[in-house]
């Protein structure tokens, strides 16, 4: 328990005094924001602001993780592994697409089908991996069975179409949360919050393990490595709050495509770890409202020929110009976040009980 505190307390330290002498750093080498010219006119004062921060989270998360561990004298985890991995992939192709609208100084970066190539890419080889390197009772990573609030019996797929199914998840969640970090700190405090309800589901499995002393066996959960897991979710959160200390309005940096893309494939990488793909959609529910409001916008567009179901898509846009201050939208959709967080942790929760 004592490395999994000690991640969470080192990212966050990490991520309060690194993310500041990173804004030095990108502001004297002028890295900074390209706003979107149709956004909502009062952010046009945020065109030049630091972004690519999503560098720090990564490596305060990354840091934490390895150095939690050489204090605990444990060696790493395959699943603990392949997150990381993950995060960085992830980070790596958004960093590509935030370097792009810095050298080409406009606000649209890599083309959608890039990114798209790339996020499959990251996806496939997660998925495969993610299938091998059984423990010794037979558990891998990830499982061939989709999962809700633990693996559904019933629904076991080839393992083509689970890797498929794991590169989705990645695709979805890390475009959704780019599309919500859209506000000073909307996506990292929704980011956090996710996480830190993993944080709590991680430690619930490593407690009620198939693989401890205190199972029960008609109750345990049957995931890999949990203590490692419970480590990472809870320096993700960590790493998300003391970032948000630099981000939260007025934002002294974004975290731009760096960060973001890499906080939805982690998101997409834990449900599939933790058993709790589809359980990510109530937990994440803010994102996926954010993704689904941008769909129908653009469906409605389509075939009404120019006209507009919201004002704005994504929706915090619309708030906004229904006359919303930037603030208040931004801690109204956090409660949102924190609601959805919670009720999807007791259904969690009332699943192992009722059970």
């Not at 909502?40 to 993780?65: D, E, N, W």
């Not at 798209?116 to 990251?122: E, P």
């Not at 559904?152 to 475009?175: C, D, E, R």
């Not at 994504?314 to 949102?336: A, M, N, Q, Y």
């Amino acid at each position: 328990m004592s490395m999994i505190i000690g991640a969470g307390i080192i990212a966050m330290l990490i991520a309060l005094v690194g993310t500041k002498f990173w804004i030095n750093w990108l502001v004297k080498r002028q890295y900074g924001q390209f706003v979107r010219d149709d956004g909502p006119q009062t952010h046009s004062v945020k065109r030049g602001t630091p972004t690519m921060g999503g560098v720090v989270i990564v490596a305060a998360v990354v840091l934490a993780y390895f150095i939690s561990h050489l204090i605990a004298g444990s060696p790493p985890s395959a699943s603990g592994l392949l997150i990381l991995g993950l995060l960085v992939g992830a980070s790596f192709l958004g960093f590509l697409d935030d370097w792009a609208k810095i050298s080409q100084q406009r606000s649209l970066g890599l083309s959608p089908r890039a990114k798209l190539i790339g996020q499959t890419a990251l996806g496939f080889v997660f998925g495969y991996l993610a299938l091998q390197f059984p423990d010794g009772r037979g558990t891998t990573p990830a499982s061939q069975y989709v999962s809700f609030l633990r693996d559904i019996p019933w629904i076991k797929l080839p393992i083509i179409l689970a890797i498929a199914w794991m590169t989705f998840l990645i695709s979805a969640y890390s475009n959704a949360v780019n599309l919500t970090d859209g506000l000073d700190g909307l996506a990292t405090g929704a980011s956090g919050i996710v996480f830190g309800v993993y944080s709590l589901i991680n430690i619930w499995q490593r407690n009620q393990w198939c693989g401890s002393e205190l199972e029960l066996q008609h109750l345990c959960y049957n995931v890999r490595n949990p203590n490692d897991l419970a480590g990472i979710s809870v320096a993700l959160a960590g790493a998300c709050f003391g970032f948000l200390w630099w981000n939260a309005r007025p934002a002294q940096i974004f975290m731009g495509d760096t960060g973001s893309l890499a906080l939805g494939a982690a998101m997409a990488g834990m449900a599939v770890f933790t058993r709790t793909e589809l359980l990510l959609t109530i937990m994440g529910m803010l994102f996926v409202v954010e993704t689904a409001s941008s769909a129908i916008q653009v469906g409605y567009f389509k075939l009404t020929h120019g006209k507009r179901f919201f004002k704005m898509a994504p929706i915090h846009h619309h708030f906004e110009l229904l006359g919303w201050d930037e603030i208040t939208v931004v801690i109204r959709f956090w409660i949102i976040s924190c609601v959805a967080a919670v009720g999807a942790f007791g259904l969690f929760y009332a699943e192992w009980v009722v059970g």
